[in-house]
């Protein structure tokens, strides 16, 4: 199994509403890692956790929040997101962190509306 | 900062061309060089250089890198329309970062 899934597909949800986004591999990878992605703009990283701890937070907002509960399982929750939040959320996974060349596998993606 | 151009940015061919897409980096602590294809979604891993001088070929796709120049092609022979699609740089660098360049549109006409 070489897929990383992720759900919802589509989410639309209010300012004040708090929801989550799902993600899950059954590769054995060890680093998993969330991305939001702007319409014809790249990927920018969001977080990194490495052995289910978090070790890379690229200054996000509080209002996403990242959660691991197992190395299979990869949550981003939302509370009080604002319209400009609006994008597709890619979550990926690689088989490590440390030392040279893991390559990335990337889920399909939730599309976010922020209205 | 890291940097990641691509160019260019955007290609327009016709079915049977070959194209070479180009990736440039300036980073520091350089790991392995990726090259993915987004269509509407995901992006979709093609080639992973870590090593300078030797060619990844998959199909109709080869890629190599040079990292004395600090730079990796792309080409795409023979291109079908099945090829249109964004193509993705992106470098890691140490503890995981993956900085991406802002990517080539790539669309073939028949």
């Known amino acids: 199994d070489t897929e990383v899934t992720q759900t919802p597909k589509h989410l639309v949800m209010g300012m004040t509403n708090k929801k989550s986004l799902k993600c899950e591999q059954h590769?054995?990878?060890?680093?998993m890692y969330w991305y939001k992605q702007k319409a014809k703009k790249p990927p920018e990283l969001m977080f990194v956790?490495?052995?289910?701890?978090?070790?890379i937070n690229e200054s996000v907002p509080s209002r996403f929040s990242p959660e691991c509960p197992n190395s299979s399982l990869l949550n981003l929750h939302l509370h009080a997101l604002q319209p400009e939040d609006s994008a597709l959320y890619l979550c990926?996974?690689?088989?490590?962190?440390?030392?040279?060349?893991?390559?990335?596998?990337f889920g399909p993606g939730t599309r976010l509306t922020v209205t | 900062e890291d940097k990641v151009v691509q160019s260019p940015l955007s290609l327009v061919v016709h079915e049977g061309d070959t194209v070479t897409l180009n990736c440039s980096y300036e980073?520091?602590?350089?790991?392995?060089l990726l090259w993915y294809k987004q269509e509407k979604k995901a992006p979709t891993f093609l080639f992973m250089l870590?090593?300078?001088?030797i060619e990844k070929k998959s199909g109709r796709l080869s890629s190599i890198l040079d990292k004395k120049e600090l730079f990796s092609i792309l080409n795409i022979t023979a291109t079908q329309t099945g090829d249109s699609a964004v193509y993705l740089c992106?470098?890691?660098?140490?503890?995981?970062?993956?900085?991406f360049g802002e990517g080539t549109q790539l669309t073939v006409n028949p």
């Open positions: 990926a996974s690689s088989q490590g962190v440390v030392g040279q060349g893991y390559e990335q596998y």
């Open positions: 590769m054995g990878h060890r680093a």
């Open positions: 956790y490495s052995y289910e701890k978090l070790s």
């Open positions: 980073v520091t602590n350089f790991r392995s």
């Open positions: 870590t090593s300078s001088g």
């Open positions: 992106a470098v890691k660098t140490s503890g995981s970062r993956l900085t």
